[in-house]
């Protein structure tokens, strides 16, 4: 498995935007495909976003296509979330996690096998 730490989350007032970072170790990092993920309070863990191991292709969910974007930096072992008009339903824990096969593009959180810890993002109306 790759480890995974986030970072970047924060307070903004709706409307605002955040860039969420996702820093992987190891040197296999660009065969993995990537996701995020996202925990509100009293609710179970969605799929948000998804780019392959080449950053060519990627996948949202409705509520954030348009206004969020995944890219990767294979060079800086890292994945981006770009988070712009904020609104307060985005608040949640966010998580980045890796799959190996990255060619493919995957919602379910089954799908991957390693985790980050979270970054707390919240939006205030």
């Known amino acids: 498995h790759v480890q995974l730490v986030e970072s970047g989350g924060g307070?903004?007032?709706a409307?605002?935007?955040?860039?969420?970072s996702c820093a992987a170790s190891g040197r296999t990092f660009s065969t993995y495909a990537m996701g995020w993920?996202?925990?509100?309070?009293?609710k179970e863990r969605e799929f948000v976003a998804a780019v392959n191991w080449s950053g060519r292709n990627t996948?949202?969910?409705?509520?954030?296509?348009?206004?969020?974007?995944i890219?990767?930096?294979?060079?800086?072992?890292t994945v981006?979330?770009?988070?712009?008009?904020?609104?307060?339903?985005?608040?949640?824990?966010?998580?980045?996690?890796?799959?190996?096969?990255?060619?493919s593009l995957r919602t379910s959180e089954d799908e991957?096998?390693?985790?980050?810890?979270?970054?707390q993002v919240t939006v205030s109306s």
Do not use: H
Request: glycine share 12%.
């Open 11 to 13: 307070l903004v007032q």
């Open 15 to 20: 409307g605002g935007s955040l860039r969420l």
């Open 37 to 42: 993920f996202r925990q509100a309070p009293g």
């Open 59 to 69: 996948y949202y969910i409705d509520s954030v296509e348009g206004r969020f974007t």
């Open 71 to 77: 890219s990767r930096d294979n060079a800086k072992n």
């Open 80 to 103: 981006y979330l770009q988070m712009n008009s904020l609104k307060p339903e985005d608040t949640a824990v966010y998580y980045c996690a890796a799959r190996a096969g990255g060619y």
């Open 112 to 119: 991957y096998p390693s985790w980050g810890q979270g970054t």
